[in-house]
C-alpha cells in the first residue's frame, strides 16, 4: 500500500505548525501517511490542486493567500466554505476535488468547549476584517448573538465584513476602526472579544502591542486571541490583569485540524496528541504563527 501524501500550500509557509500537529494525528491513528508543508507562490496553486485531482496528493489544508483560489477550482462545496467563499481543506473524491472550511466548526467547537461560552444572547466584538475574522463573524452570526461589532483599522473594511455577514446571516452587524469611541462602547457591554488581527504575534509587524487599549477590558469578558504564538500575547497578558478570562488559539488550530483530519480519513483523530506536538512545538524554538 503506497504511503498517502497530505499537505498545507500558503505563501509563505516557514510559519506552519500544522504538519507538527497532522503527523502526530496519523501516528497516533497508525495510518500509512506523511503530512508536508509546501510553499506555494501565488498562481502555482493550481498545480497542487491538480496533483490532488490526479491522486498524487491525498488531500489538503490551505492557507493565505490561497484560500479564494481553491474556493473557485473545486468540484463541489459544502455548505461551509460556500456560506464563507474560501476554502481551508481539499478532499480527494473520485478523481474530483471537494472544498470545506473548518475554521467556523473549529472556532465554535474551541470556543464551548475550551472558553466555556455560548454566544447565543451575547454582546460580541470582533477585531479584524481579514479572511479570519469573516469566519469568526459567520460563527457567531449564526449563533444568535444579541449585538456584534467588527473593530478593524481601516473602517471600509470592517463595514465591508459587516455588510456581508448582515446579508448572508440576516443579523445587523456594526462596523467602527480600532480606537473609535464605538469600540469602547460595545466592549464595556460585551462579554466576548475575539482577536483576529496579527497584532501580538510572533513575527508580526506589532508583536509587543494590544489591538486595543487595555483600559477598555474587564472581569465580564472572555478574551479570545486566535494567534497561538506566543501563547500569551500582550492582549491576553491585558486581559489576565483587569480579570477577564482568556482563551489562545491552539484550541482553534487543533480543532480546525482536526475536522480537516476527519474529512480526509473518515476517522477521528487523538485530539491529546495533536495538543501535545503543538504544546511541544510553541515551547522550542521553531518558527510558527498562522495555520
Known amino acids: 500500500m503506497n504511503t498517502r501524501t497530505y499537505a498545507v500550500i500558503g505563501w509563505p509557509l516557514g510559519h506552519s505548525l500544522s504538519p507538527i500537529i497532522q503527523q502526530a494525528a496519523f501516528d497516533a491513528a497508525k495510518l500509512d501517511a506523511t503530512y508536508v508543508?509546501?510553499?506555494?507562490?501565488?498562481?502555482n496553486e493550481h498545480r497542487r490542486f491538480d496533483e490532488v485531482r490526479k491522486g498524487e496528493l491525498s488531500g489538503l489544508n490551505v492557507t493565505i493567500p490561497h484560500k479564494r483560489a481553491a474556493f473557485h477550482a473545486m468540484d463541489s462545496l459544502t455548505k461551509a466554505a460556500r456560506s464563507l467563499g474560501a476554502v481551508n481543506t481539499v478532499i480527494y473524491d473520485n478523481g474530483k476535488l471537494r472544498g470545506d472550511n473548518t475554521d467556523m466548526k473549529g472556532f465554535?467547537?474551541?470556543?464551548?468547549?475550551?472558553?466555556?461560552?455560548?454566544?447565543?444572547?451575547a454582546n460580541v466584538t470582533v477585531l479584524g476584517a481579514g479572511g479570519s475574522a469573516c469566519a469568526v463573524a459567520h460563527a457567531l452570526a449564526a449563533s444568535k448573538p444579541k449585538s456584534i461589532l467588527v473593530a478593524n483599522r481601516t473602517l471600509r473594511r470592517a463595514q465591508e465584513l459587516a455588510s456581508s455577514v448582515t446579508k448572508s446571516r440576516g443579523m445587523k452587524i456594526d462596523a467602527s476602526t480600532l480606537n473609535a469611541d464605538q469600540l469602547e462602547a460595545q466592549l464595556s457591554k460585551s462579554t466576548?472579544?475575539?482577536n483576529t488581527t496579527s497584532v501580538g504575534m510572533v513575527?508580526?509587524?506589532?508583536?509587543d502591542k494590544s489591538p486595543v487599549n487595555p483600559s477598555w477590558l474587564h472581569k465580564h469578558l472572555l478574551v479570545f486571541d486566535i494567534v497561538y504564538r506566543p501563547t500569551t500575547t500582550p492582549l491576553l497578558h491585558a486581559a489576565k490583569a483587569r480579570g477577564a478570562k482568556t482563551l489562545g488559539g491552539l484550541e482553534m488550530l487543533v480543532l480546525q485540524g482536526a475536522a480537516s483530519f476527519k474529512q480526509w480519513t473518515g476517522?477521528?483523530?487523538?485530539?491529546?496528541?495533536?495538543?501535545d506536538a503543538g504544546k511541544k512545538a510553541l515551547s522550542s524554538n521553531q518558527p510558527t504563527g498562522a495555520l
Do not use: K
Not at 508543508?37 to 498562481?43: H, M, S
Not at 465554535?108 to 444572547?121: C, H, I, K, T, V
Open 37 to 43: 508543508a509546501i510553499p506555494t507562490p501565488p498562481g
Open 108 to 121: 465554535l467547537d474551541s470556543l464551548r468547549n475550551f472558553g466555556r461560552f455560548d454566544p447565543a444572547g
Open 192 to 194: 466576548l472579544l475575539v
Open 203 to 207: 513575527g508580526g509587524p506589532e508583536p
Open 267 to 275: 476517522e477521528n483523530p487523538s485530539l491529546d496528541v495533536m495538543f
